[in-house]
């Protein structure tokens, strides 16, 4: 079955600094996608990165790219150059391709903060 | 171009009551997605639509919630006998998909913000 874990709860990062955020995931399909959603205060969600199962390059959008390690099962995204507007709930999510159909799952969240 | 719209962005029922959520999904998105969110928590999966048909239902809390969606276009949640523990705020997301790829990203809307009083 699908599973998608954050285990961390929260997160402190000072402006300017990198930070990374924890993802695993776990999957019996070798087809799958794996997002990672950005959530402010406001409650909208706004995509960040996506990574596919059988990408051989780790995602990079701006700021961000996703640490993808498929053998630990681990999609980890990472914010360089932290910005007081980053401060926000992430979401990992993971979506198989196959037999699973279009079911879209995620994880708990991690609230990032962003300090000055 | 215009993105995912749903409506009412709050709605305030009485517990027994039943309730209709809309979503407009981006003009040629052939995927839709419900999904739940409580206070402080993550999105939990309710259905999905791939055109008008829903291959997965299972991620509906009880049978009290069913969705449709017509045309390929525009899907309505709807919510009988409303509980307390309905009370959240319901997302609604849409995706081009095409099959056997799993890479589109969805594109949500604001959300309506339902409290079961």
């Known amino acids: 079955a699908q599973k998608i874990t954050q285990t961390q709860p929260g997160m402190f990062v000072q402006e300017k600094e990198a930070v990374t955020l924890d993802c695993t995931y776990d999957?019996?399909?070798?087809?799958?996608?794996l997002f990672w959603y950005k959530q402010p205060s406001s409650g909208e969600m706004i995509f960040l990165i996506y990574q596919g199962s059988y990408d051989q390059q780790n995602a990079t959008e701006g700021r961000y790219s996703l640490n993808f390690q498929k053998a630990r099962k681990s999609a980890n995204l990472v914010i360089s150059a932290s910005q007081l507007g980053d401060s926000a709930m992430y979401f990992c999510?993971?979506?198989?391709?196959?037999?699973?159909?279009?079911?879209?799952?995620f994880g708990a969240g991690t609230r990032l903060f962003v300090k000055a | 171009g215009a993105g995912v719209s749903q409506s009412p962005s709050n709605k305030v029922t009485e517990k027994g009551k039943d309730v209709e959520l809309r979503c407009d999904p981006i003009?040629?998105?052939?995927?839709l997605y419900w999904y739940r969110q409580s206070l402080g928590q993550g999105l939990e999966f309710l259905i999905y639509f791939q055109g008008n048909s829903a291959p997965d239902k299972s991620g509906l809390p009880s049978d009290r919630f069913s969705a449709e969606r017509t045309g390929g276009s525009v899907s309505t949640l709807t919510i009988q006998r409303t509980q307390q523990e309905d009370s959240a705020v319901y997302l609604c997301?849409?995706?081009?998909?095409?099959?056997?790829?799993?890479?589109?990203?969805?594109?949500f809307g604001p959300g309506t913000r339902l409290t079961v009083t």
């Open positions: 999957t019996s399909d070798p087809s799958y996608g």
């Open positions: 999510a993971m979506r198989e391709g196959g037999t699973g159909g279009f079911k879209t799952i």
């Open positions: 997301a849409s995706s081009l998909n095409l099959v056997g790829l799993a890479g589109y990203e969805q594109y």
């Open positions: 003009s040629g998105h052939t995927a």
